[in-house]
């Protein structure tokens, strides 16, 4: 399955970029989701005005039907691996499950623009899943939890992003 997904954030992009690499923005993330627990930031380096960022998500909802019989709820976690340019402002981004590594696969772009004193997210990517006889039922699954998700973190990142200003 092809997406793209677009949010807007009312924050600066270049907060919202140092929220990206700051723990406690994704430690706040447990109150902004349902179905997903508060992610974790594995890593994070600048190098040569490229940013890295390793975040571990775990899925925190229930599994139904034919999906629950192959799949383990408690190994329903990933990594984010995005590498992004602070000066072309754009980056790219994997998803590496930490188990059924066959089954999912995930990977895209990210640029931020600025917009209207905000930033204009764009996420635009690949999803595939390869589980015999649900495969579209899942891919549809998993992209309405991720634009969900996008939309929760749009929200968080604007208010992370208003109570840590630059330089404060």
Same mark, same amino acid.
Request: hydrophobic content about 45%; proline content about 7%; glycine content about 6%.
């Given at each position: 399955m092809e997406f793209t997904v677009t949010e807007t954030i009312d924050a600066a992009?270049?907060?919202?970029?140092? *929220?990206?690499a700051d723990p406690e923005y994704y430690a706040g993330l447990g109150d902004a989701s349902t179905s997903?627990? @508060?992610?974790?930031?594995l890593?994070?380096?600048?190098v040569d005005g490229t940013l890295r960022v390793r975040v571990r998500y775990a899925f925190a909802g229930s599994i139904t039907g034919p999906a629950a019989m192959v799949v383990d709820v408690d190994k329903l976690t990933w990594v984010l691996e995005t590498t992004y340019d602070i000066t072309a402002h754009r980056g790219t981004l994997v998803v590496v499950p930490d188990h059924y590594e066959g089954m999912l696969r995930c990977h895209g772009t990210l640029t931020l623009d600025e917009s209207d004193g %905000?930033?204009?997210e764009?996420? @635009?990517g690949r999803l595939e899943v390869r589980v015999p006889l649900v495969s579209k039922a899942a891919e549809? @699954?998993?992209f309405g939890g991720f634009t969900t998700q996008l939309g929760r973190e749009a929200v968080a990142l604007a208010g992370w992003c208003a109570a840590n200003? *630059? %330089?404060g």
């Open positions: 992009r270049d907060d919202v970029v140092r *929220a990206l997903v627990r @508060a992610p974790e930031l890593s994070d380096a600048t %905000g930033t204009l764009t996420v @635009a549809r @699954a998993i200003p *630059a %330089g």
